[in-house]
Nanobody, 115 residues
Framework: QVQLVESGGGVVQAGESLRLSCAAS????????MYWYRQVPGKQREWVAI???????NYADFVKGRFTISKDNRANSVYLQMNSLNPEDTAVYYC?????????WGQGTQVTVSS
C-alpha cells in the first residue's frame, strides 16, 4: 500500500527558506518518479518539480533557480528545498508518485509566505 506523508511546512517571511520532506512507503524508490505539486484555494493544483527513479530532475519555470528537489533512496524520502520564497509561493504543497498506472498523493503541507 502506497503512503506519502509530507512535513516541513510553516510560516516564513519573504526571502526566507523552507525544506519540505515527504516520507514514502509501498513504492520502489529507486524506480518510481516522485513529484511535488502545490495548490492555492480556488485554483488548480500545479506541478512544481519531478525527480525520476534515476535522479533526473525538472522544474516548473516559476521555481527554477529557487527550488531544489532531491531524494534519499535509503530513507525512502524526497525533499523540496525552497529558497527566496515570495508570497506567491503560498500554497498547500503535495508530494505524489505514480505506481501501476495510478497517481498517489500525500495529505499536503501548508506553506505561507508573508511579505
Amino acid at each position: 500500500q502506497v503512503q506519502l506523508v509530507e512535513s516541513g511546512g510553516g510560516v516564513v517571511q519573504a526571502g526566507e527558506s523552507l525544506r519540505l520532506s515527504c516520507a514514502a512507503s509501498g513504492i520502489f524508490f529507486a524506480i518510481d518518479p516522485m513529484y511535488w505539486y502545490r495548490q492555492v484555494p480556488g485554483k488548480q493544483r500545479e506541478w512544481v518539480a519531478i525527480i525520476t527513479g534515476g535522479g533526473g530532475t525538472n522544474y516548473a519555470d516559476f521555481v527554477k533557480g529557487r527550488f531544489t528537489i532531491s531524494k534519499d533512496n535509503r530513507a525512502n524520502s524526497v525533499y523540496l528545498q525552497m529558497n527566496s520564497l515570495n508570497p506567491e509561493d503560498t500554497a498547500v504543497y503535495y508530494c505524489a508518485t505514480d505506481k501501476d498506472g495510478r497517481r498517489y498523493w500525500g495529505q499536503g503541507t501548508q506553506v505561507t509566505v508573508s511579505s
